[in-house]
């Protein structure tokens, strides 16, 4: 019997670490409030994204990035993943810094994604739904992709061998990152466009090239990303997003894994999927896979496959 904890790789834990301060929390709101909830959901390794909508400058990316740095350094049962060594540090969580949007980023890109490695951010996307000075997001103008910054910006990355995520990039920006050859590329929170419809989830091309490079694609527990019934929006149908990745892929699950973007601490009330309302109902879905997967594909899909991806890129770059 495999041990059952997660590896989320995404969640707005920055963004939220930001606004609380904003409001004058002067607590460690990692400490207090995400991480008995983290416990509770046997959430092991965590991706803690500083999420920025499109309209934030260099100096909030800035703001936020040092934050969740910050409250990640006080908690001492959270250690920060920066080198594969890191994953046998014995706490209770693991986290990796990453960035959803850098649209702060307006000028001097390669100085900038500098400065963001050196903070410990290790993933980033670049954009969000928005249109910015790197790329274009789903919301965005569908025949506009990378821009000269944008390839500048993602030539830097690949050379601190950061990690790419493509979820919200539209099919343009999509199609210009996969074409650097050697880009470590993610899909951290993305579900399949032929089960549920939305611009925001993967078509089959995009999911066989993503599948080619030996890379991830998160699952989403957004209710608008897993079928556009609402009736239908709820752990059983997650699932099935992972039995139709499994035979895509010729009966493989190593590309399967959790980005679960669990929104239950914003503000603003969002509608949830039934039986997943947050990273302590996470044991809901591993109890629906039981259904489709043997206790080792689980266990793969839930945190080995998330593990095993970081551990073997950032090996290969120390070696060199």
């Not at 934050?67 to 969580?93: G, H, S, Y």
């Not at 210009?176 to 579900?191: E, G």
Request: glycine share 6%.
């Amino acid at each position: 019997m495999y041990v059952l904890k997660s590896f989320d790789l995404h969640a707005d834990i920055g963004y939220d670490i930001m606004q609380k301060k904003n409001k004058g929390y002067k607590e460690n709101i990692l400490k207090t409030y995400h991480l008995p909830k983290f416990e509770q959901g046997e959430i092991a390794y965590i991706c803690m994204a500083s999420f920025f909508d499109g309209h934030e400058d260099w100096t909030d990316m800035q703001d936020m990035i040092q934050n969740t740095k910050k409250a990640i350094q006080e908690c001492e049962d959270v250690c920060l993943l920066l080198q594969a060594e890191d994953f046998f540090v014995p706490v209770k969580v693991h986290a990796i810094m990453s960035v959803e949007g850098m649209c702060g980023i307006k000028e001097h890109p390669r100085e900038k994604i500098r400065w963001m490695y050196e903070q410990g951010v290790r993933l980033a996307s670049f954009c969000w739904n928005d249109e910015n000075a790197l790329a274009t997001g789903v919301k965005g103008d569908t025949q506009r992709g990378l821009t000269a910054m944008g390839k500048e910006a993602l030539d830097e990355m690949v050379k601190l061998n950061m990690v790419i995520d493509v979820s919200h990039a539209n099919e343009k920006t999509f199609w210009d990152i996969l074409s650097h050859p050697k880009a470590n590329i993610i899909a951290s929170h993305s579900n399949v466009r032929e089960l549920c419809d939305h611009p925001r989830n993967l078509k089959n091309e995009q999911i066989g090239a993503l599948l080619k490079r030996g890379t991830l694609i998160g699952m989403n527990t957004a209710p608008q990303f897993v079928h556009s019934d609402k009736e239908k929006q709820d752990v059983a149908h997650l699932v099935q997003h992972m039995v139709w990745l499994k035979e895509f892929h010729h009966n493989k699950v190593d590309s399967i894994a959790f980005g679960f973007d669990y929104m239950d601490f914003y503000e603003e009330q969002y509608d949830y999927l039934k039986g997943a309302k947050d990273c302590t109902q996470t044991g809901n879905i591993l109890q629906e896979m039981r259904k489709y997967f043997s206790e080792e594909e689980i266990a793969a899909i839930a945190y080995r496959n998330a593990c095993d991806y970081f551990k073997k890129i950032w090996q290969a770059h120390n070696a060199i």
